[in-house]
Nanobody
Framework: QVKLVESGGGSVQAGGSLTLSCSASGYTYCTAISRSWYRQAAEKERELVSS???????NYADSVKGRFTMSQDNAKNTVYLQMNSLKPEDTAMYYC??????????????WGQGTQVTVSS
């Protein structure tokens, strides 16, 4: 069973920084094909923040470009989201997501439990 564990959320003032981590485990017979961060603010839909696809290509939402950086440590099966110059509108629950392709040919997606980020003005 694939498991994603996020950490690093918290409360900061505007202009501050946080780094989120997401470690993945349990996909021995599968290969990760993308890792992503999503966020969901109160009463809003979940939105894609950033992603890394196999091969290393990265994408960012326009709202975070230049402020957030996603990276990965393949040896630890962990991805990170470095968030700088945080704004109150970055306040949300942040979720880690992984897509894996398994030996069976199935492509499956899994979510972490989420970590709260609160930015005060």
């Amino acid at each position: 069973q694939v498991k994603l564990v996020e950490s690093g959320g918290g409360s900061v003032q505007a202009g501050g920084s946080l780094t989120l981590s997401c470690s993945a485990s349990g996909y021995t017979y599968c290969t990760a094909i993308s890792r992503s961060w999503y966020r969901q603010a109160a009463e809003k839909e979940r939105e894609l923040v950033s992603s890394i696809v196999r091969g290393g290509s990265r994408n960012y939402a326009d709202s975070v470009k230049g402020r957030f950086t996603m990276s990965q440590d393949n040896a630890k099966n962990t991805v990170y989201l470095q968030m700088n110059s945080l704004k109150p509108e970055d306040t949300a629950m942040y979720y880690c997501h992984i897509h894996v392709r398994c030996a069976s040919g199935d492509i499956l997606g899994y979510w972490g439990q989420g970590t709260q980020v609160t930015v005060s003005s």
